[in-house]
């Protein structure tokens, strides 16, 4: 079994801009199974505007029965992921809750789950899973360090969606600056053959767009394409 807080430093190491989140997360639950007391597989899921997935996963138990709590809209993982809390089930036997999920889970081997919620309050949430072969697997302590393990993995996913805010916002003020110079272009085009003002061939530009219904860097592009061509 890993030194909790020797895997946590470990995970500190990482360079969350540098490392694909799917990475680190599964590097997340493969640790948190090799450090908490208890834990045989682990897993990590994340639920989004429209559907959970499994990000991460360190065997084919906890796959299948994240899948199957997906696909049933039920079962301790996505009520963490929803609730950001933590959602223990002791004996999969003999836990009223979700009895559909925990007969499956029984009947695959799964005798205890932990599920803690990611504090993570955007657009997708989710949840570290921990599956047992046994009954009564996780302690106090287990949960303690499970929570550690969650915070790091929430940590991660925050540091994903800030870095894909940024990268849209600078894809998209490349292509601000892409169409900007193509109007430019079209300006000077017309600037040349009609011998206006900057502002006169922008107020042309502006009333072929309205004329043509479309959008002014589309006509722009037709026009500055259009005057490269070989006469």
Known sequence: MA???????ELGRIRLSEVPLDDVLLRVATVARDAVAGADE??????????????????????????WQYENEGGPCLEAAASTAVISVADTITDPRWPRYLRRASAAGARSQLAVGLPVQEAVTGALNLYALRPDAFDDHAVTVAQSFAGYAAVALANAQSYDSTATLARQMREAMAHRATIEQAK???MAEQHCSPEEAFARLSRLSQHA???LREVAAALVEQASRPR
């Open 188 to 190: 000077g085009i017309i």
């Open 213 to 215: 219904n479309r959008k």
């Open 3 to 9: 030194d909790s807080p020797g895997a946590l430093a």
């Open 42 to 67: 682990a897993s990590v899921t994340l639920v989004g505007v429209r559907k959970a997935g499994s990000a991460a996963f360190t065997g084919e138990l906890a796959r299948s029965l994240d899948e």
